[in-house]
């Protein structure tokens, strides 16, 4: 087998955010960094969206789960704080998959989180700006909540972090 | 750099988000509004977790794991302030709380963002994106409900007059506090102290509420140096209630 950093990196696509299916570990922005060395050991860092998200230590299994799956047996997956996540770390693909699924995607932003950026995110359903944040806190940790005065349908952000 | 004193600085980061996690939490259920039951029951998972990150930092510095040291120490052995630990009382309160405590949170994680610690470092820039929200959350409520009606801006006033002097205890320094400014790890309570007053003096400025004199309030010291009110063992007791039936159980 051809052990490349791009190889993991394609096997990875496969493993998805738990409570987001359609998104990859690697669109979110949490694998952070993979190492091949010369005797082929594969190492594996990921970092936390939030600190506080139970399914970080399930994505971590999963990312080792499918290393095993296809036969590398050779690994270390380490979970650190050396590269922070922050939002803007979402691929354009990811942003997309989001959006499809219903979920509006995290503005790019300067990491200067203020009230502006909360308000009038575009709905994902019908794309108008006329919306209003219900709560910075959703379903889950990563999810804020919003109300769409076109379409008059509540919707869920993927949180600018 | 001395060990003992990252230590000290670590287990006061870690404790007073583990036990205002385990008081948020305790609004599950019981919001004024849904969206109040879930803001709380959001925050506590975000401080549990960030008490967790803190407690891994002490644990690759020798100490037990997360789960032992979170589980097993009584009152006397936690380093979080008196103000964290109070029970939540009525809504008006917990949000003063909230207000005062996360103010202060986000100064020390911008602060120790720049620590000559590495490990500490990295945490905190994580941390502080995420304390973020908290603030925002806080902020909105205290401009909102403290300029609103009459009964809101009383109950409002009345939780910080009695909120205050614990909020004051928060800034209790370490025996090693010297060393860490000294040193770069830690920019010191004053410091944090004197910022923290800047930042919710601005907002309380925008209501009708009053902040007191503080040169005229004792702070409650203590909590740094594991002298609690009445009210901490019963939660511990409570919060380590199913750990307790079998330590050794596989989660």
Redesign the interface.
Known sequence: MDLTKEHILTLLEEVKDPEIPVLSLVDLGVITGVEVSEDDHVTVNM??T?????AMDYMKKDVERTLEKHGIANYTVNM???K???SNKLSEKGRQHLKEFGLAPPPKYD?I???DI?EHVKCPYCDSENTDL??????T?CRS?HYCNNCKQMFEQF?P? | MNELAIKDLLYKLADDQLILGHRNSEWTGFGPILEEDIAFSSMAQDKIGHSLAFYTLLQELGEADPDTVAFTRNANQFHNSQLVELPNGEYDFSLIRHFLYDNAEIIRFEMLSQSSYEPIAKVATKLKGEVKYHVLHANTWIKNLGSSTEEAILRLQSSLNEALPYALGMFEKSKYEQELVDTGVYAGEEAVKAEWLKRISAVIEKTDLKLPDLATIEPKFGGRYGEHTEHLQPLLDEMAEVFKIDPTAEW
């Open positions: 970092t936390p939030f600190a506080g998200c139970p650190t704080f050396d922070p996540w922050d990491l989180l203020d009230l909360l219900r709560t910075p806190f959703g379903p940790l909540m949180k972090l």
